[in-house]
């Protein structure tokens, strides 16, 4: 599939934690001003970005979304204006360069259904009808080289995982001329917060937790999520609190900056594919617990002293040896084999 290009290959408990995640959600209108006449990169924005204007998505994966004025907030850190991976206008290295950049408005809401704000729920049906409506002439008129590919961020991406099971049901029209790269993905089969506690439901915002992106879907995609991104990798032992913590402080810092994630970038682990899926783990600068101080000028060295054993507890909350593309519930506690004592030679 196109996803599997050479290029693509670069492409680099509850309440309360959607509660503080919840920050990310303002309204907008749900309009499809679109003209997908040509090669089309079709992006819904998340969290913060319902319009996908304020910043623009354009510059995620790479770029700077204050250019031309500077960036003042040493907490924000971002990449290099012209380096976005999906920035189609500006970076002429991008795979992408050159293609139609349409961005789709939706609510992007997790709020109580008052005064006109929406559910989670209402919010995502309308954000899949807005995408189903974008979608249904392109499907019908791309010309044979001509493709779409869909990007979604962070409740986008829940959007976007609906609509590529919609679409499954339906018989898969123009698999091959469809594509998806999902970031922040809640959804991730494992690590995805929608598929950690797959079956929740909360009524007050209706919340559905809907499980993981179809692994046997036909439309080529690319998931990337940092590492402890508490949305797309949220620990799979929940009662190791300081992982939770750091999920947590990476929510806010790593899952809302997706400006300095440099796809050719440092990997957490070695990108994986599953059937048409691939998966690309970015590392973080630091522990996202760390982070904070590291960006505010703390004494790196004592910094450097603390993090590798901090590091350590915090990856006991995970289970690494079930790769991203396994769906993976959360577990209580992690299974031991065995318990080896020390043997000493009675001589």
Same mark, same amino acid.
């Given at each position: 599939?196109?996803?599997?290009?050479?290029?693509?290959?670069?492409?680099?408990?509850?309440?309360?934690?959607?509660?503080?995640?919840?920050?990310? =959600?303002?309204?907008?209108?749900?309009?499809?001003?679109?003209?997908?006449?040509?090669?089309?990169?079709?992006?819904? !924005?998340?969290?913060?970005?319902?319009?996908?204007?304020?910043?623009?998505?354009?510059?995620?994966? !790479? !770029?700077?979304?204050?250019?031309?004025?500077?960036?003042?907030?040493?907490?924000?850190?971002?990449?290099?204006?012209?380096?976005?991976?999906?920035?189609?206008?500006?970076?002429?290295?991008?795979?992408?360069?050159?293609?139609? %950049?349409?961005?789709?408005?939706?609510?992007?809401?997790?709020?109580?259904?008052?005064? !006109?704000?929406?559910?989670?729920?209402?919010?995502?049906?309308?954000?899949?009808?807005?995408?189903?409506?974008?979608?249904?002439?392109?499907?019908?008129?791309?010309?044979?080289?001509?493709?779409?590919?869909?990007?979604?961020?962070?409740?986008?991406?829940?959007?976007?995982?609906?609509?590529?099971?919609?679409?499954?049901?339906?018989?898969?029209?123009?698999?091959?001329?469809?594509? %998806?790269?999902?970031?922040?993905?809640?959804?991730?089969?494992?690590?995805?917060?929608?598929?950690?506690?797959?079956?929740?439901?909360?009524?007050?915002?209706?919340?559905?937790?809907?499980?993981?992106?179809?692994?046997?879907?036909?439309?080529?995609?690319?998931?990337?999520?940092?590492? =402890?991104?508490?949305?797309?990798? %949220?620990?799979?032992?929940?009662?190791?609190?300081?992982?939770?913590?750091?999920?947590?402080?990476?929510?806010?810092?790593?899952?809302?900056?997706?400006?300095?994630?440099?796809?050719?970038?440092?990997?957490?682990?070695?990108?994986?594919?599953?059937?048409?899926?691939?998966?690309?783990?970015?590392?973080?600068?630091?522990?996202?617990?760390?982070?904070?101080?590291?960006?505010?000028?703390?004494?790196?060295?004592?910094?450097?002293?603390?993090?590798?054993?901090?590091?350590?507890?915090?990856?006991?909350?995970?289970?690494?040896?079930?790769?991203?593309?396994?769906?993976?519930?959360?577990?209580?506690?992690?299974?031991?084999?065995?318990?080896?004592?020390?043997?000493?030679?009675?001589?």
């Amino acid at each position: 599939g196109p996803m599997t290009d050479r290029r693509h290959a670069r492409v680099r408990p509850l309440v309360a934690m959607l509660a503080v995640l919840s920050v990310l =959600y303002p309204s907008g209108a749900v309009t499809a001003r679109l003209n997908l006449t040509a090669s089309t990169m079709l992006v819904m !924005g998340g969290s913060t970005n319902p319009a996908g204007l304020t910043p623009r998505m354009q510059q995620e994966l !790479g !770029g700077d979304p204050f250019h031309p004025e500077r960036n003042l907030n040493p907490l924000t850190p971002v990449g290099v204006f012209g380096e976005g991976y999906i920035d189609t206008a500006n970076n002429p290295d991008s795979p992408f360069a050159g293609w139609d %950049f349409s961005l789709l408005e939706w609510p992007a809401q997790i709020s109580v259904p008052l005064f !006109g704000m929406h559910s989670y729920g209402e919010s995502q049906q309308l954000g899949l009808a807005a995408f189903d409506t974008a979608l249904a002439a392109p499907l019908n008129t791309l010309g044979e080289d001509e493709r779409v590919t869909a990007v979604g961020y962070s409740s986008s991406a829940n959007v976007m995982v609906r609509a590529m099971r919609a679409l499954q049901d339906q018989g898969a029209p123009a698999a091959d001329r469809l594509e %998806f790269i999902l970031l922040g993905n809640p959804n991730r089969p494992n690590g995805g917060l929608l598929q950690r506690f797959a079956g929740l439901h909360i009524p007050i915002l209706d919340v559905d937790f809907d499980g993981t992106t179809p692994p046997d879907t036909p439309y080529p995609t690319v998931d990337i999520s940092w590492e =402890y991104d508490a949305v797309a990798d %949220f620990p799979t032992y929940p009662l190791n609190l300081l992982a939770v913590l750091n999920s947590l402080v990476g929510g806010l810092l790593v899952h809302g900056n997706y400006f300095r994630a440099d796809i050719d970038g440092p990997r957490a682990f070695p990108d994986t594919t599953v059937g048409n899926i691939t998966y690309i783990t970015l590392e973080p600068p630091h522990l996202p617990l760390l982070l904070p101080l590291y960006d505010l000028g703390f004494p790196p060295p004592l910094l450097d002293l603390v993090e590798p054993a901090l590091t350590a507890m915090v990856d006991w909350g995970y289970d690494r040896t079930v790769g991203p593309g396994t769906p993976t519930a959360a577990r209580l506690l992690p299974a031991i084999d065995r318990v080896t004592a020390p043997v000493t030679d009675p001589a």
